[in-house]
């Protein structure tokens, strides 16, 4: 028997720099509760910083995760760490973090700094950023916060560690300025789709995105990956594939065109893409499921204002309506959502008390 | 005849700005904030909503929220008593955006490893989120620590560096057409060589505000050469007018108005029913802030020696620090005369130089004080610095009324955007900034 099926979807909005319009969507996606919305970010097209846009809607959303796209080539990885653990308190514990390189000349040229790498470099230090970003949120261990009146002590200085940490291109000593963060480790998030990326997905990442045409395409990638963490030794349970699909519900009245639906979405250039209506996506999902090939997945609507309140309001409630998909949160954090565990801190003695820290 | 306006700005309980010409280097001023009964979260968004509410209440101009500095260390290990880790500051503000309508919304940036495009990338963006609300400070901190957590610290001229990344970030903001076109861009200076497109359109105020602090003539004249709001250490007037007026003479050799360039200074408040009241609880503040074992950490951490067989209530090291920083130096040598002059013994020469309120008094006599204090042309407005979590709270209830009646302070919010509350032009392409 499989547990329920996990669903994402993507925010983007291309030319859309007001708050309101992505906490309107945000607000549409936690009705139908789905686990976490994703918004993408690059320093190659216009936008606007995406990290900065989940912070705003946060206030205005109480459970569905956020996981923005947060790139490590340019930015420093102390404070990309900084950044994602801050979403994560003020979002009380339903931050994520997708991981991105930037691999273009221009993007380069935008900082100064150095030139474009190959992938393989570009993402062999992404994982060494996902790396150090989960040490510098263990650095402060919960609780280490004591305010102890009667020593004078505002922290625990056994509690607070150094991460000292040396990668191919940066090192970082540490301790991180932000505590460590409500889910102990907010959600890092890949799209393994390329083969570098596949790598760091399987390594580090809680939430792998893949793309697929098909059940077997699907489930292959899928035992890939999940091999490939268990070789790097995890647990391969601690990883959700979930398949990302672009979706077009525009043409909501009619059934799929052929090839779309039951028998799987069609390859294009942006991806594998769904044109169809949403109650046959909610057979896509179905059949998807219960073949066992993907814990869920992550839907990119072409159109987001006119697809994400079709997904919600057709697909959803039929999910729902079939006992796939949860009805309202039983958890709190995109951790619980995700059923994933919060991680015990690599520093904290063992036996040590791992409550959460409370994020209100 | 219009009494003149003061501008009033908040930071957080306990907040210390970490600036080299900030006179705190020992940290203090914020015990009482986490050893009290009500003690407020650092890191909890609840913290920063009630502090955002309570500010715009007060219909106050700005909020500003520093970066945290690297953990203060003490001997080797984490400084056990120091208030430390909290929010990256810019996320926080996106967050308060959606929670607040006019409030100004300020963070402190690091300038030592600042990135111009990342930075102006993220200030646009709380600009856009915010309605033309957000602020920056632009802080020339150069922690030696904060090299050894980023890939691009430790420049040599960072004061130099703050000013090319203010330029930078501005022809960044300036780069897309009006009509909302994005223009190539490229800006070559000796600390930064980027070229390419801008991400984000024209934010509502352009330009975000730019507020720069510090007392040093190297801090005063780039404040009037760029900066929209110099926050300044609290003065008696008459020192307070003579620099007030300095900074004011400086502007007109850039171009601009004594009103382009908001002088505020940094304040704490203790209030009372009485006078008496007031200043035994301000008595009792400066006891709670520096208790004997704090105040042996704060000679410590100036002087550079282990002093834990000192008695705090004995005089001061008669050595000298063991640095050679000037400014390390220049700070023992006040505290000595301070102690010198007054007959004070360690713990009391800490009180009294980190720990005596600028303004005591019945809220009656706090608004009048401040008002006097502007009309003599010492400051234009105020950083109110909280020493108690309630601190904001207690002001706005009880001081902003009283300088609403006398015709001092705004009574409502007149424009949407920061600018617009400051009175202070800019944000233009064509402005020739």
Redesign the interface.
Known sequence: MRGLVHLAAALDLPGVFDGGAFAALARLAERGGLDFVTLDDSFARPGPDALGVLCRVAPATRRIGLVPTVTTTHTEPFRVQAAVATLDWVGRGRAGWRIDVSGTESEARLFGRRSAAPAGALWREAGEVADVAARLWDSWEDGAEIRDAATGRFLDGDRVHRVDFTGTGFSVRGPSTVPRPPQGHPVRVVDATDAHACTVAARHADVALVRAVSPAQAAGVRDRLREQARASGRDPDTLRVLVSLLVDLGDGEHAAEPGHGGGGPRPTVHGPLYRGGPVDLAELVTSWHAKGITDGFHFVPVEPRRDLERLVNGTVALLQHRGLFRTFYPGSTLREHLGLARPANRYAAPGASAVPPRAS | MTARQLYLAAVPPGACLADPDADDPAGLGS?AV??GTR?GS?????SY?RLAGAAERGLFDFLLLD?????PEHRG????????????P???L??L???TTRLGLAATVDAA?A?P??LA??L???D????GRAGWRVAVSADP?TG?????AGHADPCGRAAELVLAARALWDSWSPEGV?RPFAHRGRH??????F???RSPQGHPVVIRSGESGRAREPAAAWADVLLVRHAPPEPARARYADVKRRLAAYGRAPGDLKVMSRITVVLGDTAAEAQERAAGIGRRLV?P??ALHAVERIWGTDLSGYDPDGPLPRTEPRTRDRRTRALAARWRALAEEKGLSLRETVIEASGRPSFVGTPDAVAADLHRYAEEGAADGFLLAPQLPDGLEEFVDRVVPLLQERAAFRTEYRGGTLRSHLGVPGGTADDGR
Do not use: K, M
């Open positions: 015990d986490w050893a003690a650092r890191i909890a968004f609840a909503e970066e945290e500095p690297p953990l290990r984490p400084h056990e008593p120091v208030p430390a880790g909290g929010p990256e810019i996320a926080v996106n967050a955006a959606g929670v490893c990135q495009y990342e990338r993220r646009a963006t709380l856009h989120l915010s309605a620590r050894a957590d980023h890939r691009f994005p930064f060589d980027i070229a390419g497109e991400g984000l359109p208790t074992r704090h």
